[in-house]
């Protein structure tokens, strides 16, 4: 059905950048909003930042300044540029999507297959 796919996750030196993609394909009929999840060994999944498809952005307090969500509407597509990469960024990134629906209720949450970021010297 939907399908997301991920990539630009790797290793990178505290202080460094990465950009990471997802796009999205299959019949989606509206996106509510495309945004990125994080989940570091032990611990919980956490938000990292999410964009309306109106372009509306909500940031997680840990990446405010560095993070930045941008999306391309026309090709389904959401990225998460990463600038003054820290150790404690390091995780898996996931990317989601909530899409609108014609059945209750009525939205629907797509997942990415995770990508994974390293930071470390």
């Known amino acids: 059905q939907v399908q997301l796919v991920e990539s630009g996750g790797g290793l990178v030196q505290p202080g460094g950048s990465l950009r990471l993609s997802c796009a999205a394909s299959?019949?989606?009929?509206?996106?509510?909003?495309m945004g990125w999840y994080r989940q570091a060994p032990g611990k919980q999944r956490e938000l990292v930042a999410t964009i309306t498809s109106g372009g509306s952005t909500n940031y997680a307090d840990s990446v405010k300044g560095r993070f930045t969500i941008s999306r391309d509407n026309a090709k389904n597509t959401v990225y998460l540029l990463m600038n003054s990469l820290k150790p404690e960024d390091t995780a898996v990134y996931y990317c989601n999507i909530r899409v609108i629906t014609t059945t209750p209720p009525y939205d629907h949450d797509y997942w990415g297959q995770g990508t994974q970021v390293t930071v470390s010297s």
């Open positions: 299959g019949s989606i009929f509206s996106i509510y909003a």
